[in-house]
């Protein structure tokens, strides 16, 4: 079973991302000149979503069964709980999984693609709004301005690299929104000894791992991220 995509671009931004400032819906019509909305449905699952999180993961659905598991599991809470999905766009592997589950659930789905990688990633005609943009550095900017919350799931460089690059604009101070690893079965733990041990050499420090949040469980670690960016969607106590 698999849909979407973990290919993640390999450009710097050429200025920083104040996501911040911007806000989740700080794009109005084309999100930028050279991006353009291929596909709206005229009824969307929800007009206004409770909350929206973006979900980064792999293109492939992993050897371990429990990753797709939890791919779909998480797709099924932010749809049960009136939320919005931001992603990748493609439907192949944990991306497409997380996706269909989501609208299957009742939620609402946002892709952003590269043009050059919408036949490689099997493109997510499905979403309710998917954008089509001209490089990878406007899907990582878009993705991030649509959202109010990150969570990593297990996936390949591509993966990576956008849990490291909205990791490293939280330290920066591009934006102040919560960030999240999932750390599912143990994938990684290795990752994580290694960045510990950067700290330990003086490279990183004990404030830059406290901006993350790990957790072993997907919709435990989902909860935390949207009670931690302000939401209460329906079925959370909200934290005092």
Known sequence: MGFG???AGAFPPRTPVLARRLGRHALGAPPTARATQTQKTEQTHMSTPA????VYCGSRPGADPQHAQAAQALGQWIGSRGGQLVYGG???GLMGITA???RHSGGRVVGVIPSSLVEREWANHDCDELLVVETMHERKRIMAERSDAFLALPGGIGTFEEFFEVWTWRQLGYH???VGLLNLGGYYDAMLT???GSVRE???ND????LIRVDTQAIALAEQLVQAAGFAPEGISPQI
């Open 5 to 7: 995509v973990g290919l």
């Open 90 to 92: 493609g439907r192949n």
């Open 207 to 210: 404030g830059q791992m406290g």
């Open 176 to 178: 102040d929104k919560p």
């Open 194 to 196: 290694f960045l510990n």
């Open 202 to 204: 003086g490279f990183m």
């Open 100 to 102: 269909l589950a989501t």
């Open 51 to 54: 909350f929206s999180l973006c």
